[in-house]
């Protein structure tokens, strides 16, 4: 039987070999974790320093590939320590704010030139599309609908969501992300209307100048970021090629593009604070469990509405360039197979 008081890490410890918890490693400070996860492992982690005060503890289990929590509903945690729903959802949301605070300077920083360029370069690696900054969609994370919030958060699904948009890179690590988007939007306008979206469309991300792609010597290319057809088309962003009977051009554009983009019940005001912290745990555990590209083409979050959106001069003769690119220099043996 646990005592009913606070623990030191050597008692939790002990607790934890009388329990018998399999592969339990120990108990951690947020700066003296392991760098890298065993196949399998548990422990009890702190989210401030060695030299601190030590709050804010959280649990994990691995098994293989997968880090696994878990929860109940509030109304089940009340019974369980005699606490109020109200008092059990400010922990949560202070944990979750706490959580977003200590790790996102880390784990989610805003890129600089040079972090931009080594993005680029692990993109051009494993996916062989080159000047790749990061692929962009945005997912519906599904939510209580507030009171008198008319339709704002209800969305072609037919339920109640808020959007989370995010830029991945080719490690699947989150790059930055936006969060609370009324769950009604479905078009570009998300991105266009996030902080990143505002960024990129003022020239104010740091990006690397134009660059030759590679195998050729002229006609230097903008960085870019890729999306599907839910996004204005843009010299920085681009999206496939819409319509059918497509030449092979497009065709084969098309594929290298989605080729390289399989890398992406509480209140809206609260999910916010649940989302961004679920995002930065995600880098902090990818970063230290390892790169595997395996099992990530599918989940369970309903893309965003594709809708009509215009495309810009600009942003058309970049994706010309690369559609031709592809079929030239950059081009890869088993692509005419997957068209």
């Given at each position: 039987?646990?005592?009913?008081?606070?623990?030191?890490?050597?008692?939790?410890?002990?607790y934890?070999?009388?329990?018998?918890?399999?592969?339990f490693i120990?108990?951690?400070?947020?700066?003296?974790?392991?760098?890298?996860?065993?196949?399998?492992?548990?422990?009890?982690?702190?989210?401030?320093?060695?030299?601190?005060t030590?709050?804010?503890?959280?649990?994990?289990?691995?098994?293989?590939?997968?880090?696994?929590?878990?929860?109940?509903?509030?109304?089940?945690?009340?019974f369980?320590?005699?606490?109020?729903?109200?008092?059990?959802?400010?922990?949560?949301?202070?944990?979750?704010?706490?959580?977003?605070?200590?790790?996102?300077?880390?784990?989610m920083p805003?890129?600089?030139?040079?972090?931009w360029?080594?993005?680029?370069?692990?993109?051009?690696?494993k996916?062989?599309?080159?000047?790749?900054l990061?692929?962009?969609?945005?997912?519906?994370?599904?939510c209580?609908?507030?009171?008198?919030?008319?339709?704002?958060?209800?969305?072609?699904?037919?339920?109640f969501?808020?959007?989370?948009?995010?830029?991945?890179?080719?490690?699947?690590?989150?790059?930055?992300?936006?969060?609370?988007?009324y769950?009604k939007?479905?078009?570009?306008?998300?991105?266009?209307?996030?902080?990143?979206?505002?960024?990129?469309?003022?020239?104010?991300?740091?990006?690397?100048?134009?660059?030759n792609?590679?195998?050729?010597?002229?006609?230097?290319?903008?960085?870019?970021?890729?999306?599907?057809?839910?996004?204005?088309?843009?010299?920085?962003?681009?999206?496939?090629?819409?319509g059918?009977?497509?030449?092979?051009?497009?065709?084969?554009f098309?594929?290298?593009?989605?080729?390289?983009?399989?890398?992406?019940?509480f209140?809206?005001?609260?999910?916010?604070?649940?989302?961004?912290s679920?995002?930065?745990?995600?880098?902090?555990?990818?970063?230290?469990?390892?790169?595997n590209?395996?099992?990530?083409?599918?989940?369970?979050?309903?893309?965003?509405?594709?809708?009509?959106?215009?495309?810009?001069?600009?942003?058309?003769?970049?994706?010309?360039?690369?559609?031709k690119?592809?079929?030239?220099?950059g081009?890869?043996?088993?692509?005419f197979?997957?068209?």
């Amino acid at each position: 039987m646990l005592p009913d008081r606070a623990l030191f890490d050597y008692e939790v410890i002990k607790y934890a070999v009388m329990l018998k918890i399999p592969h339990f490693i120990g108990v951690f400070s947020r700066d003296k974790l392991p760098q890298r996860l065993k196949n399998q492992e548990s422990a009890v982690v702190n989210l401030d320093t060695e030299i601190g005060t030590g709050t804010h503890w959280v649990a994990y289990k691995k098994i293989g590939k997968q880090v696994l929590s878990t929860g109940t509903s509030f109304g089940a945690l009340q019974f369980d320590f005699y606490i109020a729903r109200s008092t059990i959802g400010e922990i949560v949301k202070e944990t979750c704010t706490i959580l977003w605070m200590v790790l996102q300077p880390k784990e989610m920083p805003e890129p600089s030139t040079e972090r931009w360029v080594e993005i680029a370069n692990t993109f051009y690696d494993k996916t062989n599309f080159p000047n790749c900054l990061g692929a962009i969609d945005g997912k519906h994370i599904r939510c209580k609908g507030p009171n008198n919030s008319d339709s704002l958060y209800f969305n072609y699904k037919k339920y109640f969501s808020i959007v989370l948009m995010a830029i991945a890179d080719a490690n699947l690590c989150f790059i930055a992300i936006d969060v609370g988007a009324y769950g009604k939007e479905g078009d570009s306008n998300v991105f266009k209307e996030s902080c990143f979206g505002k960024k990129l469309y003022s020239n104010q991300l740091k990006l690397p100048e134009l660059a030759n792609l590679p195998n050729t010597n002229e006609h230097p290319q903008p960085f870019v970021f890729i999306g599907d057809e839910a996004f204005a088309l843009h010299s920085n962003l681009l999206r496939p090629y819409p319509g059918r009977g497509l030449n092979d051009t497009k065709r084969v554009f098309n594929y290298r593009l989605s080729r390289a983009r399989r890398t992406v019940e509480f209140e809206p005001d609260f999910v916010d604070e649940i989302i961004k912290s679920c995002c930065v745990l995600h880098n902090f555990v990818r970063r230290r469990d390892g790169f595997n590209n395996e099992d990530t083409e599918t989940n369970m979050l309903d893309d965003i509405e594709v809708r009509g959106t215009g495309a810009r001069t600009q942003g058309t003769e970049v994706r010309d360039y690369f559609a031709k690119y592809f079929m030239g220099p950059g081009s890869v043996p088993f692509q005419f197979q997957k068209i």
